[in-house]
C-alpha cells in the first residue's frame, strides 16, 4: 500500500508539473525523478496524519490541504527549496482556499450521490429494460452495504482529485506570477 501511494503521489507530481508548463508556456524540463520520489516518500505519508488532524482543528485544514499538494508540484518543477516554495504558496488567499475545499465537498457530495444512486439502480434497470436478473437485481436495496459505499466513494475520489490538482496548480501559477512581477 505505501508503494501504490508513492507511486500514486510521484505521478500526480508529474502531472501538476507539466499541468504548470503548460500554463507557463514554457518547454518541459526533465523531471528528476529520485528527487520527487525522495519528496513524496517523505511528505505523503505525513499527509496521512496531518490533513485529518489539520480537519479536526478546521483552522490549519485549508492550508495543510494546500501545502501538501503543492509540495509536490514543486519537487517536480526542480525547485531549489520545495517546502519552502510549497509553505509560501499555502498561504497566499486563505479565503479563497477555504471556498476552494467547501466547493469541492460540495461537488464531491453530490457525485458521491450520484455515483451511488447509479450503483444500486443500474442492475434494476437492466432487469426492467432487457430481463437480466442477477443477484445483484434481485438484493434491491440491500445492495446498499459498507462496500458500495466504499466504491462510490473510491469513484468520487478518481474525478475530484485531478480537479483538486488543477487547481492548485493554478493557485500556484498565480501566486508564482505575482512573485515575479514584484521582483
Same mark, same amino acid.
Given at each position: 500500500?505505501?508503494?501504490?501511494?508513492?507511486?500514486?503521489?510521484?505521478?500526480?507530481?508529474?502531472?501538476?508539473?507539466?499541468?504548470?508548463?503548460?500554463?507557463?508556456?514554457?518547454?518541459?524540463?526533465?523531471?528528476?525523478?529520485?528527487?520527487?520520489?525522495?519528496?513524496?516518500?517523505?511528505?505523503?505519508?505525513?499527509?496521512?496524519?496531518?490533513?485529518?488532524?489539520?480537519?479536526?482543528?478546521?483552522?490549519?485544514?485549508?492550508?495543510?490541504?494546500?501545502?501538501?499538494?503543492?509540495?509536490?508540484?514543486?519537487?517536480?518543477?526542480?525547485?531549489?527549496?520545495?517546502?519552502?516554495?510549497?509553505?509560501?504558496?499555502?498561504?497566499?488567499?486563505?479565503?479563497?482556499?477555504?471556498? &476552494?475545499?467547501?466547493? +469541492? #465537498?460540495?461537488?464531491? /457530495?453530490?457525485?458521491?450521490?450520484?455515483?451511488?444512486?447509479?450503483? @444500486? =439502480?443500474?442492475?434494476?434497470?437492466?432487469?426492467?429494460?432487457?430481463?437480466?436478473?442477477?443477484?445483484?437485481?434481485?438484493?434491491?436495496?440491500?445492495?446498499?452495504?459498507?462496500?458500495? &459505499?466504499?466504491?462510490? +466513494? #473510491?469513484?468520487?475520489? /478518481?474525478?475530484?482529485?485531478?480537479?483538486?490538482?488543477?487547481?492548485? @496548480? =493554478?493557485?500556484?501559477?498565480?501566486?508564482?506570477?505575482?512573485?515575479?512581477?514584484?521582483?
Amino acid at each position: 500500500m505505501t508503494g501504490l501511494l508513492v507511486w500514486k503521489s510521484v505521478w500526480q507530481a508529474i502531472f501538476e508539473a507539466r499541468l504548470y508548463w503548460q500554463l507557463s508556456l514554457s518547454h518541459p524540463r526533465r523531471v528528476n525523478i529520485v528527487r520527487v520520489v525522495a519528496m513524496q516518500c517523505a511528505l505523503q505519508p505525513l499527509s496521512l496524519l496531518a490533513i485529518p488532524a489539520a480537519l479536526v482543528l478546521t483552522i490549519p485544514f485549508a492550508w495543510t490541504v494546500a501545502f501538501f499538494r503543492n509540495a509536490g508540484l514543486f519537487a517536480a518543477l526542480g525547485e531549489a527549496d520545495p517546502i519552502a516554495a510549497a509553505r509560501r504558496q499555502a498561504g497566499l488567499w486563505s479565503r479563497q482556499n477555504w471556498y &476552494l475545499l467547501g466547493l +469541492a #465537498s460540495f461537488a464531491a /457530495l453530490l457525485l458521491f450521490a450520484n455515483i451511488l444512486i447509479s450503483i @444500486v =439502480l443500474l442492475p434494476q434497470l437492466g432487469r426492467s429494460f432487457l430481463g437480466i436478473e442477477g443477484e445483484f437485481a434481485r438484493l434491491g436495496f440491500g445492495l446498499v452495504n459498507l462496500t458500495t &459505499l466504499a466504491v462510490a +466513494a #473510491s469513484i468520487t475520489w /478518481l474525478f475530484i482529485d485531478p480537479l483538486l490538482d488543477a487547481v492548485y @496548480v =493554478l493557485r500556484c501559477f498565480h501566486g508564482e506570477s505575482l512573485a515575479t512581477v514584484k521582483t
